[in-house]
């Protein structure tokens, strides 16, 4: 029963000189027993170190599990906030958002989880952080809880659960001192405080530490003139970099810093300082800009060292930081950050070209068809390039190249190639820009090779990854132009790492002759490319014998007419309408001759569909020295056409047929093939394909020319059942027809059922494994008869309606080996038990429990049978601790305690359980289940581990 239950990051430690306000830290506590607590007080008041007490409060004596994240600049920006909350969690996500902190939140079930923000205020009202927390504060798992500490409200509504009194407010009044709390303190120190300081926390506590003072300016003074010359130089460094290392603040200050031990300094659990608010009303900090913004900018924190010149009011640095914000992000800016800082810009500095291009990308990030992005960005990058910033101007025509592709604006991508022209190739970046923009237009020129020598001298590696990234899926593209697909996908596997990524590199390798999967979306990021991504896979599964009913409208471009032709000519032929497919490329070639270069080279990306539908075409690739990737696509072609004519020479590889032909056209080959003995292609087609496959052959069967070819397919290649079947091995075995069980004989039969249960559990079945466990004390040949007969029973059981002679659909015998058609029309229980493993699925998965799995085979599988159980127990946990955090802790003890009846010992349902009855507020259940833990404990002789211990302490006090 050991769970790790620590989850406290960057929390400030109490200072010695405070004095512990038990009232206060009893008060906090009790953030356990409400959804959301707020705290919210001007500065001084004292509040984190308030909830820094509460939580090491928590650690004596743990109700739950605690996790700190102080909120800071960049926090208004959603992912950046959520990747904090969840690196705060231990829960590092690709993609940061409000369902997966919420999921995390889940995952600490059944221990409570307290999630403290402290200085919410730095995440103002409106923006995308605020609505991430309003977000995860309205779907708060039942075991969650919030509490948002800052000198405002947050900037998100809570009224619903203010009225359902599930909000704890503690204010200004709550965390003042008290008379006796600040009497106490005084003759801790021995000394007296002259004048009502109203419990203001931070100044009776600054005033304490520099005597007698008449005012807050006074007392800080007198603190500041005690410090030496290193130490206040190092007070105001932190001050300016907000919160920082020792290193860090030595490299501003310029003195080494060992410990910074000053009034309102606070020590985070991490090693880094931070100053209390108040001291920057007190220190000059205007020298120490430059060198804090630049600790800043290295760290990566763009967004900290914006808000330390927007302060300061330095635009001229504000504007190198803007730049700098665009270069290192381009089309994942956060927009949120960069539009604090263009309203924070006074009106006769945001005509200033690094505001303009600021403004462009804000722009672009909200809506990049915005035809305004474009004015923008070329005002911003004349004005660079006239000041002699190369550096910038390359910035903005990235950020131009990024729009362009967004849309798809090959004339805007002109434009910008000639502007390119203008820029110094002396920095990497530059190069980039130059070889990369350079790439385009010779790729627009119908010249991908010209385009590669570009793209092999742009230093990618030397520039800002979002910059690089766009480069090298242009790399990609180029080389898939070429016909060099496997090249094209091993770069992108290589080099990138995202869905798009995956998705390109698939579709390269199916062009290059790869029969590969696709998986995700076949959505982008631009209209346009999801109307590439929707040409690429009409063609591809037009393969497989699918059309699409969607239009592809007439395109205005040479590049996009050529995708649109593609999709509408294989959709044609899949529907057997060959002649319009020779009329839409017959139309194609009228609008782009073949002579259109670029129009030419992006009809080779589909090289055998116009290599068989276009004389024209077909005469030109002929004579054509042509890529690895579109020979293969010429010679499947050229395969396809000379079956036609008779000439059965060419043994077209299985994968090709697949990947360069439409079905009709693959299927027709392999009829052909089949007539004259090689059945290969036909059986290949049907196991990879599925139902389309034999579709196709009987409608070729009505063709006298093919007949022959597809009634020896259809003798040989079985067709499937035409009802699905179901296997049910969880508990005592049942054979489905149409979801409904079937009564036959065959099922009363103990080895026909060992065997289906052998088949079911073990993928591919060895003959002479299934003679060792069913048949050991038989001599082989008894024991191969019985195999035999048993195998035609499971025939008859699974496809009764076969005919006799009549190859099995679902039950096939290769060589040494049985096994079953798993997928499509024929399914087991297992099989989905082993799949839903997401945690919506987990109710189904469970539902499919009817008992101990595959009784007739206990002794013979034992260990696998284990295996099973034990995956069940696991689900009736996770479905449980769902529950729980959906309130429902009444069906969660009752899954705890069916994980129980099978495993007695397990630690994870002995917690759930008594976090269920505990939730419930059920004292007799509480009672009963943590004597079950008791008695567990004990007859294992071992001790709770931490979460165990703090369910068992509050079972206590719930019993």
């Given at each position: 029963m050991g769970d790790d239950t620590t989850g406290l990051r960057a929390v400030p430690r109490p200072l010695e000189v405070e004095l512990p306000r038990l009232r206060l830290v009893d008060r906090l506590r009790a953030r356990w027993c409400r959804p959301v607590t707020l705290v919210v007080a001007g500065a001084g008041f004292g509040k984190t170190t308030a909830l820094a007490q509460a939580v090491r409060a928590n650690l004596l004596e743990p109700r739950g599990v605690d996790v700190w994240v102080t909120c800071g600049p960049g926090h208004e920006d959603a992912a950046r906030l959520a990747q904090a909350i969840l690196d705060a969690l231990d829960s590092p996500?690709?993609?940061?958002?409000?369902?997966?902190v919420l999921a995390a939140l889940r995952r600490r079930a059944p221990l409570d989880v307290c999630l403290l923000l402290d200085d919410v205020h730095e995440i103002p009202a409106g923006s995308p952080g605020a609505a991430l927390l309003g977000a995860v504060a309205r779907a708060l798992p039942d075991t969650a809880h919030l509490v948002l500490s800052g000198r405002c409200a947050p900037g998100f509504p809570l009224a619903r659960r203010e009225a359902a009194g599930e909000v704890a407010a503690i204010g200004t009044a709550d965390l003042a001192f008290s008379g006796a709390e600040t009497a106490a303190l005084a003759r801790r120190f021995g000394r007296e405080l002259p004048e009502d300081l109203n419990g203001w926390?931070?100044?009776?506590?600054?005033?304490?530490?520099?005597?007698?003072?008449?005012?807050?300016?006074?007392?800080?003074?007198?603190?500041?003139s005690s410090l030496t010359e290193p130490v206040r130089a190092a007070l105001a460094a932190l001050v300016a970099l907000g919160c920082a290392t020792g290193d860090e603040i030595s490299?501003?200050?310029?003195?080494?810093?060992?410990?910074?031990?000053?009034?309102?300094?606070?020590?985070?659990?991490?090693?880094?300082?931070?100053a209390h608010d108040l001291w920057a009303n007190l220190l000059p900090t205007d020298h120490l800009r430059d060198k804090a913004v630049e600790v800043l900018c290295a760290r990566g924190d763009l967004a900290a060292a914006g808000r330390v010149v927007c302060r300061a009011r330095d635009w001229e640095l504000l504007a190198r930081l803007a730049i700098e914000l665009v270069r290192t992000t381009l089309s994942v800016l956060p927009w949120a950050t960069a539009q604090r800082w263009l309203d924070a810009v006074p009106a006769q500095h945001a005509d200033e070209p690094a505001f303009l291009l600021l403004r462009a990308a804000v722009v672009h990030a909200r809506d990049f068809t915005d035809p305004s992005i474009d004015c923008l960005v070329d005002r911003a990058c004349a004005q660079l390039l006239e000041a002699g910033d190369h550096d910038g101007a390359a910035v903005a025509l990235g950020q131009a190249v990024i729009t362009a592709h967004s849309r798809g604006d090959l004339v805007r991508l002109a434009t910008v190639a000639h502007q390119a022209q203008r820029l110094d190739a002396s920095t990497p970046v530059l190069r980039l820009l130059r070889h990369s923009v350079a790439a385009v237009v010779a790729e627009l020129a119908g010249d991908p090779e010209q385009a590669l020598v570009h793209l092999a001298q742009a230093p990618t590696s030397e520039v800002p990854q979002a910059l690089a990234v766009s480069t090298i899926r242009f790399h990609v593209h180029c080389l898939s132009m070429c016909g060099r697909g496997r090249e094209a996908a091993e770069l992108a596997e290589r080099m990138l790492d995202d869905d798009l990524a995956r998705r390109h590199a698939a579709a390269a390798r199916w062009f290059d002759g790869e029969a590969v999967e696709f998986h995700g979306s076949d959505a982008d990021s631009t209209a346009r490319g999801e109307f590439v991504a929707r040409a690429l896979h009409t063609v591809i599964a037009a393969s497989f014998g699918d059309t699409t009913t969607q239009p592809f409208a007439e395109q205005d471009n040479p590049r996009d007419a050529v995708l649109a032709c593609a999709a509408q000519?294989?959709?044609?032929?899949?529907?057997?309408?060959?002649?319009?497919?020779?009329?839409?490329?017959?139309?194609?070639?009228?609008?782009?001759?073949?002579?259109?270069?670029?129009?030419?080279?992006?009809?080779?990306?589909?090289?055998?569909?116009?290599?068989?539908?276009?004389d024209e075409l077909r005469e030109r690739w002929d004579s054509t020295d042509l890529g690895p990737s579109h020979r293969r696509a010429r010679a499947a072609g050229r395969a396809f056409l000379q079956a036609r004519q008779g000439d059965l020479r060419t043994n077209l590889p299985e994968e090709h047929a697949l990947c360069f032909l439409p079905l009709p056209w693959s299927v027709e080959l392999a009829v052909r093939h089949a007539a004259a003995g090689r059945t290969t292609l036909g059986i290949w087609l049907a196991d990879r394909v599925g139902p389309a496959v034999h579709r196709q052959f009987r409608e070729l069967a009505r063709d006298p020319g093919l007949a022959a070819g597809a009634a020896k397919l259809l003798a040989t290649v079985p067709a499937p059942p035409e009802h699905p079947i179901g296997i049910e091995v969880i508990g005592p075995m049942r054979v489905t027809r149409d979801g409904v069980a079937v009564d036959a004989p065959q099922l009363r039969r103990v080895r026909v059922r060992q065997l289906l249960g052998l088949l079911v559990l073990r993928p591919v079945l060895g003959r002479e494994q299934a003679v060792d466990l069913l048949w050991p004390d038989l001599d082989p040949a008894s024991a191969a008869r019985n195999l035999r007969v048993t195998m035609t029973h499971l025939r008859r059981l699974l496809e009764p309606d076969r005919a006799g002679g009549e190859a099995s659909y679902c039950l096939r015998g290769d060589g040494d080996t049985i096994r079953l058609v798993r997928g499509g029309v024929l399914t087991a229980d297992l099989w989905s038990f082993h799949e839903l493993s997401d945690a919506d699925q987990l109710s189904e998965a469970v539902a499919l429990w009817r008992g101990e799995p595959l009784p007739d085979l206990i002794e013979e599988c034992e260990a696998e049978i284990?295996?099973?159980?034990?995956?069940?127990?696991?689900?009736?946990?996770?479905?449980?601790?769902?529950?729980?955090?959906?309130?429902?802790?009444?069906?969660?003890?009752?899954?705890?305690?069916?994980?129980?009846?099978?495993?007695?010992?397990?630690?994870?349902?002995?917690?759930?359980?008594?976090?269920?009855?505990?939730?419930?507020?059920?004292?007799q259940r509480t009672v009963e289940t943590r004597a079950r833990v008791l008695d567990s404990l004990r007859q294992l002789g071992v001790r709770p581990d931490p979460a165990t211990e703090i369910l068992l302490r509050q079972s206590v006090t719930g019993s």
């Open positions: 996500s690709p993609d940061p958002g409000a369902p997966e926390p931070a100044l009776v506590r600054l005033s304490l530490t520099a005597g007698p003072a008449a005012s807050w300016r006074y007392a800080a003074e007198e603190v500041l490299t501003v200050s310029g003195t080494p810093v060992k410990q910074l031990e000053v009034p309102l300094v606070d020590r985070l659990d991490d090693g880094r300082y931070r000519a294989a959709v044609a032929v899949t529907r057997g309408e060959e002649d319009l497919a020779r009329d839409i490329y017959k139309q194609h070639l009228a609008r782009w001759p073949v002579d259109v270069k670029l129009a030419e080279r992006h009809l080779r990306r589909f090289l055998t569909l116009g290599y068989v539908l276009s284990g295996h099973v159980r034990a995956r069940y127990v696991q689900n009736l946990l996770a479905l449980g601790e769902l529950r729980l955090v959906s309130a429902d802790p009444a069906e969660a003890w009752r899954l705890a305690d069916r994980a129980l009846t099978l495993e007695p010992f397990e630690p994870r349902a002995h917690r759930l359980a008594l976090a269920a009855a505990l939730r419930a507020r059920n004292p």
